[in-house]
Every structure is written in C-alpha cells, then in structure tokens.
C-alpha cells in the first residue's frame, strides 16, 4: 500500500493578471486568484519551491479622470484601491508571495529602463495616432470592431490624434508563430491557440501605440511628455516584480524563477499575454514563459456580469453570505476547465448541501460519531485483509498521482472532483460494512478495522483537500487529530496510531435554500 513520493524541490512561478485599480473586482476577476492560489499551494505542497505573484495595475487615463472627480491625486486614489484589492484577496486565503503595484518605485524605474532600451534598439519609434480610443477599456479600438457606434464594452469612443510611440510587433510576428507552432502548451487551452493563430496573427501586425500624451498619469518616458502606455507598464510586471531591470544584472530570484511556468489570466485578455508580452521578452532578449493559460469566465445567471446590467456580484458579499470556503470551493468545482462557468445563488447552496454539507461533512461527523459510541471515542489502528468491495485504502493511495496529473493540466475542478468521488466511496463503505451491526455482533476486530480505515480515509482527504479549502481542510484534521499534513505523509495508509477523539462538530453548514434565498433578498 505504498507509493513512492517524489521529492521534487524546482522552482514554480506562477503569476495573475494585474487587477485594474480603477474599482474593486467583482468575484469573476477574483476567480482568477483562487484558482493560481489552489495551483500555487498544490505545488508547495507536492514540493515545489513557488514564487506567486499578483498585484496592480495603477496607470492610466480612466484612474486619472476618477481621481479627479474625487478630488483627489490619482496616487491616492490608486492607493485606496489597490489596499481594498489586497484586502479581498487576503479575506478569501489567497496566499501570494509577492503583491507588486505598478507605482512601486522599482517598477517605474525599471519599465524606463526597458522603454529605453526598446527606442535605442529600434524597435520603438515615434509617430502619429489617428483612430477611436475607448476610456472604459484603455484600449485603441478598430472601427470594424464598433457595433452602432459603441466599443464591445458598451461605451462610446473618442476619436484621438496624438503623436505616439510605437513598437514594432510585424518585426518579431513570423518568430512568434513558429515559436507557438514548435510550443503547442504555450497557449492553453488549444482553443485560445487557435484564436490567436487564425485571427490574430494571420495577417501583419500592426504597430502598437505604447506611450500617451494626451494625459499625464503614467511612467515618464525621461525627456518627453509621452507617459509609457498599458503595455510595457503593466505586462512588464511579470519580470519587474523578481526585479528585473535592463541596466542591472539579473538577480538571483530572476535567474531561479523566470521563464514563469504559467500566466494566469481571463480569456479576454489572452492577446495581449501571448502576441505584445512574448514579442516584448524577444526584442529584450529575454526567455517567453513556459505557458500562458487563458481562463474561462464566471457568468452570473447565464449573463456576463456588468455594471449596466446591474448583476455584478462582489467578493466580499458572496463570502459574508456563504463563508470563505464555501466560495472558493464553487469556484474551483463548477467553473469548467474550458468554458464560461455559471453562478447562482441556488447553484451555490446546492453544491455546498451536496458536496461539503452531505459528502465530506456528513462522512467526517459520521465517522467520529461511530468512534465515539462504538469504542468511547478510541482508534484502534487495526488493518485486516479488505472483505469489502470498495477497498479505500487501495483508492487513497492513487488519489495523488491522479490529482497531481489533472494539476499539470491546470484541470482544477477534475483535480478537486477526485476528492470527493473518494468520499463518496468512504459512504458507500460505511454503509456496505455497517458498523452498527457489527458492534451488534460484537465482531469487534472487524469494526476496529473498519472505524479505523475510515478515519485514515478521513486524513488523506483533510490532506488532499488544503490547496482547495484550507481553513476547512485544517478543522477536519484537527478532529482526527493529525499534525502531519505533507503530501509525504500520503506514501502510507495506516500512520495513524491509537488516539482519543473528541466528540465532532459540524464542519460544513447546510444551508436551507429557500430560507437562504429570503435571507439575500432581505440583505442584498
């Protein structure tokens, strides 16, 4: 019943997209962080040395205009915004290594240092823009792509003509399509690939604006009036952030981190991460990272959430309604590994009563309740040939080569879907051995074994379950008395030794749906 454990020890770096400092992010762009936050705990846990990075992105026209109808310094206004993010990500266990703001002083500094080394390159110059502009979306917009005269965010564009600097994308455009043909995970999943090499990269690029004057909050490009636009500001990030700078050598975080092994980010904006970062890293000489992961979208009743349809839902009101746990496990169960995923109020209290409630809360308080009455509360570490046809001990010690095949993949929810397909099995078991009768038949030998093999069950799904809902993971070991939650502790069935267990108490709520869905129709 052993599994050799591999002792792993590389380097792990995994980043989100920066959030825009603009508002506080509605749970669809939280979704993003706690799915890197299960990748990046997962990997901790399976003996990864990770470096998970978030952050900011602080610049820009719309921050500008904000600011000043608070009345306020887009400095302060970014700094309240970007605590308030910070905040949310901390209240839903998001265990970052690094939270980067792009008006950090080495940041700024270092994206000077790239533009400049880009212009003497030649692979920026200076020219002129003429064309539509989007405020809503800081984003220059083709007016093929206005429908009625509105930008695909809704909101009306401005026509612009400023002088600008652009990069030169077409120079490097036929080395990244043979870089993306000779790296088939680079662009995950296939259909974003797909997207990118059939629309996108079919016909030349054009060349990109990435500098601005017509406004002035953004990083001074020195000796001009421009400010560097989104596109070196923000993606350079990503390297800034390990402390990348081009006028001074490579550190040693950058030498053991960078290429990052995925960008996490929305499909929405996977163009910007897999055609204008890639050819930026070539011009500057840098490695393209190992794989840039383009995450479907969570929907709230089918509609994409938006302010104008008044149906965006906040982070920190699903979390006062439902828990943290509850949260992060709809999240990372019900949202597909490829498509847009749903939410409802109803889906939300269904998955808790099915899956935490039922499932895993019912077969822990079952358990130690049968403990408790049948043997006042001892384990007895009793393991004898497996007379039923569900042998839990065999399942537990495949459970993590499976979970961990479905992580390379980044399939989250097929990853979490094992877990609790085993404590569905551990229910079975209860009610295929029996328990009370055999206490009834005084076949004492045979309860212990079967007491005893589901509480270790109990262990390896508490173990399992930390890079997913680690609070709840905690209390349900906790319960059974277990101190030793590596992934290590997993290579054997039966480390368990005789202990006394207390009485338990209800891990996960069941919520009653229809006197929930009053409950948020009264508060919300």
């Given at each position: 019943m052993k599994e050799v454990m591999r002792?792993?020890?590389?380097?792990?770096y995994i980043s989100t997209a920066?959030?825009?400092?603009?508002?506080?992010?509605?749970?669809?762009?939280?979704?993003e962080i706690i799915l890197a936050d299960a990748i990046a705990r997962f990997k901790r846990l399976d003996g990864h040395n990770v470096y998970f990075q978030t952050g900011t992105d602080e610049h820009g026209q719309k921050i500008e205009n904000k600011a000043k109808i608070k009345g306020i310094k887009p400095k302060e206004y970014v700094d309240e915004v970007s605590t308030l993010i910070r905040t949310i990500y901390d209240s839903i266990d998001i265990s970052y290594d690094n939270f980067v703001r792009t008006t950090d002083v080495f940041h700024e500094e270092s994206v000077q240092a790239i533009f400049n080394k880009l212009l003497e390159n030649d692979d920026i110059y200076l020219g002129k823009y003429q064309g539509y502009y989007s405020i809503s979306e800081e984003a220059f917009v083709f007016e093929k792509d206005l429908v009625d005269g509105k930008c695909p965010g809704g909101d009306i564009p401005i026509w612009?003509?400023?002088?600008?600097?652009?990069?030169?994308?077409?120079?490097?455009?036929?080395?990244?399509?043979?870089?993306?043909?000779?790296?088939p995970l680079f662009i995950q999943p296939e259909s974003r690939k797909n997207e990118m090499l059939n629309n996108f990269l079919k016909d030349k690029l054009p060349d990109l604006s990435v500098s601005r004057s017509s406004f002035k909050w953004g990083v001074p490009i020195l000796n001009s009036d421009h400010v560097i636009y989104v596109w070196i500001d923000a993606l350079s990030n990503y390297i800034t952030g390990l402390g990348y700078n081009p006028n001074l050598p490579l550190n040693k975080k950058f030498k053991d981190f960078w290429p990052a092994d995925v960008h996490l980010v929305g499909k929405d904006i996977v163009r910007f991460h897999t055609i204008y970062w890639p050819i930026i890293l070539m011009a500057l000489g840098l490695e393209l990272p190992k794989q840039v992961f383009g995450h479907p979208w969570i929907l709230f009743n089918k509609e994409k959430m938006s302010k104008s349809t008044g149906n965006v839902k906040y982070t920190d009101e699903l979390v006062k309604l439902f828990g943290v746990d509850v949260v992060r496990y709809y999240c990372l169960h019900d949202i597909p590994f490829a498509q847009d995923g749903n939410l409802t109020y109803e889906l939300i209290v269904e998955r808790n009563?099915?899956?935490?409630?039922?499932?895993?809360?019912?077969?822990?308080?079952?358990?130690?309740?049968?403990?408790?009455?049948?043997?006042?509360?001892?384990?007895?570490?009793?393991?004898?040939?497996?007379?039923?046809p569900i042998n839990l001990s065999e399942e537990a010690i495949q459970l993590l080569p499976k979970i961990r095949s479905h992580f390379d993949k980044l399939n989250v929810s097929l990853a979490l879907d094992e877990i609790v397909n085993f404590a569905r099995d551990c229910n079975k078991y209860i009610d295929l051995n029996a328990p009370w009768t055999l206490y009834k038949e005084t076949n004492t030998e045979r309860l212990k074994h079967v007491l005893y093999t589901l509480i270790e069950s109990i262990r390896f799904i508490g173990i399992l379950l930390q890079p997913f809902i680690p609070s709840s993971s905690l209390k349900i070991l906790d319960a059974i008395k277990v101190s030793n939650t590596s992934f290590e502790s997993l290579s054997t069935f039966g480390l368990i030794e005789g202990v006394k267990l207390d009485i338990g108490h209800a891990i996960f709520e069941r919520f009653d749906l229809e006197k929930k869905i009053k409950e948020i129709e009264e508060n919300v």
């Open positions: 002792v792993v020890n590389k380097n792990f920066i959030a825009y400092s603009s508002q506080s992010p509605h749970i669809g762009n939280v979704y612009t003509e400023e002088e600008t600097y652009f990069f030169r994308l077409s120079k490097y455009q036929d080395r990244l399509i043979d870089y993306i043909n000779k790296n009563n099915s899956d935490l409630s039922n499932t895993l809360g019912n077969l822990v308080n079952r358990t130690i309740g049968m403990v408790n009455k049948y043997q006042g509360g001892t384990l007895y570490k009793v393991l004898l040939p497996e007379l039923s």
